[in-house]
């Protein structure tokens, strides 16, 4: 989700088919949505996202269509449990992850960030000087109302970055697809609770780099105000790398999915998180 960092929230395989739905079925609101980052006409990277929302619960599924050796795990929120799970269909596992967990990895990683050596980070010190809004920048001007793109109508914007053109985005309200905006920001919210701290470590020491792909989900789990309210029909934005991020909505409104959509397959191993990653950074426990 942030930009080339949103990696570890866009991840899964395991699209459902409908027609196995039985009478167990239930309706979920779904988003699928392709995002490629390119260099020209060569794609270094693309991914098929898939949304699944159900109350308080989200999963969010990817297939790495290129590189194919990616991996790509799914990322389960339960609302109930206040826990996200990353689940690695290959290895049959899950990591749970909880708030306390987030407050922990914060800890330990803050220092690795601090250490980074000079150019290999951005943080607010080595800003540009010029004044920044609380999205980093970025401001919106509408070009075009009532695009038509595929069988979706949005209104289309120009993306700019301290006044320098970035790109475009064509916006469609939530509404107009079929969903329901405040589900989907009440679930996102509790989630910027859960992952505050471990967000604001990153933040301290990154700073803007984590804006490079605006994204209004991004935006509420970095503590700022989202750029727009909608979401992309399809955005293109220019990196600071010279790549482009080009997002295209693929399908959106209300299907229905089995439960097991929102659990852990039952035969999968589940460790903590703490447990899982603790081993590989400096300062965390010793291994029993």
């Excluded at 951005?122 to 009532?146: A, E, F």
């Excluded at 329901?180 to 700073?207: H, I, N, P």
Aim: charged share 25%; with cysteine; net charge positive.
């Amino acid at each position: 989700m942030f930009g080339r960092l949103t990696g570890p929230w866009v991840w899964a395989l395991g699209f459902l088919s409908v027609g196995a739905l039985g009478v167990q079925a239930q309706e979920a609101q779904y988003v699928k949505t392709r995002v490629a980052f390119q260099a020209g006409s060569q794609v270094r990277s693309l991914q098929v996202i898939e949304v699944y929302l159900s109350g308080l619960s989200m999963r969010i599924t990817a297939e790495c269509l290129k590189p194919p050796e990616a991996e790509c795990p799914d990322s389960l929120y339960l609302g109930d449990e206040k826990a996200l799970y990353i689940i690695h269909h290959p290895r049959k596992l899950a990591m749970k992850v909880t708030k306390a967990d987030m407050d922990q990895l914060s800890r330990w990683i803050a220092p690795l960030l601090q250490a980074m050596p000079e150019g290999g980070s951005k943080g607010p010190s080595q800003s540009s000087g010029k004044p920044t809004s609380s999205d980093g920048g970025w401001t919106l001007r509408k070009v075009r109302p009532d695009v038509r793109i595929g069988s979706y109508k949005c209104d289309e914007y120009e993306l700019r970055r301290r006044g320098e053109l970035r790109g475009t985005v064509c916006i469609a309200s939530y509404g107009s697809l079929g969903l329901d905006e405040a589900a989907f920001m009440a679930v996102v919210q509790d989630l910027a609770r859960m992952t505050e701290s471990l967000v604001q470590a990153f933040r301290q020491e990154l700073g803007e780099e984590m804006d490079e792909v605006p994204n209004p989900w991004t935006a509420i789990l970095q503590g700022k105000q989202p750029l727009y309210s909608g979401l992309p029909v399809r955005q293109v934005v220019r990196m600071a790398t010279g790549e482009e991020s080009v997002s295209e909505l693929l399908a959106a409104g209300r299907r229905k999915f089995t439960p097991a959509t929102f659990r852990v397959p039952a035969d999968y191993k589940v460790v903590s998180v703490v447990e899982a990653l603790g081993q590989l950074l400096p300062g965390s426990p010793p291994k029993p």
